[in-house]
């Protein structure tokens, strides 16, 4: 299986590992600890669920690719995915997120819509050819990880203010689901560099494009060492 058929996903696999201690405030804390729960559980379904529907998403492509379902089952498909995505994405509104979890929930919404658009300019390529619409959809693409990479950032800061229940400690988020995320990222950044300049035998046309893909390669390690935690 070619790397290229994996590493597409994206938006995806967010590690957001809530255990019940998110916030503390100056009343019932009981209640707050609930609610905190409640709110962390949600997110994390959500997040799971644009996971997997990205997962199937590039999975199907590869089908049609590789010629186990016809482009009218493709298409049918692609009308399902806008149809569940656009319900997925209600359920962000569904959320009590405590005050400050209020701006990175936002963020990963706005993520989740970016890559919905992503999506549906990929699917128009698909059916037209436009190499436009592809080139809207790799941009939409992007901006839906920075996106989530911004709502991480605003959780976890969050969650590193905020007092543990019993200590009264400032807690500690962790940071191994950060760190994953932005190897993640920039592990798909580097795929999309591999299908832009690599030819069907993940060899180079020219010397030119070799040298297109190395900056293309370098400049996602200079993200991923900027965004490292």
Known sequence: MKKKKIQNII????????????????????????????????????????????????????????????????????????????????????????ELFKSSVELLKISSKTQLKSDSQFIEWMKTGDESAKVRSDTQFQEALEYEMLGLVEFYSAKTGVKNYEEREKFQAPQSGLTQKVIQVTDNMKSRCDKEFRNESDEFDSDKIEIDWFNCINQAEKWKIKHLP
């Not at 996971?51 to 089952?73: A, H, M, N, V």
């Open 11 to 98: 938006i995806v696999s967010i590690a957001i590992l809530i255990i019940g201690s998110i916030a503390a405030y100056n009343y019932s804390v009981e209640q707050t600890k609930q609610r905190g729960l409640q709110f962390g559980i949600g997110l994390e379904q959500i997040q799971e669920e644009v996971q997997e529907l990205q997962i199937k998403f590039y999975s199907e492509k590869t089908r049609w690719d590789e010629g186990d379902i016809s482009k009218e089952e493709l298409f049918e498909y692609y009308e399902k995915h806008l149809k569940e995505f656009k319900e997925i994405i209600l359920k962000y509104d569904e959320l009590m997120p405590p």
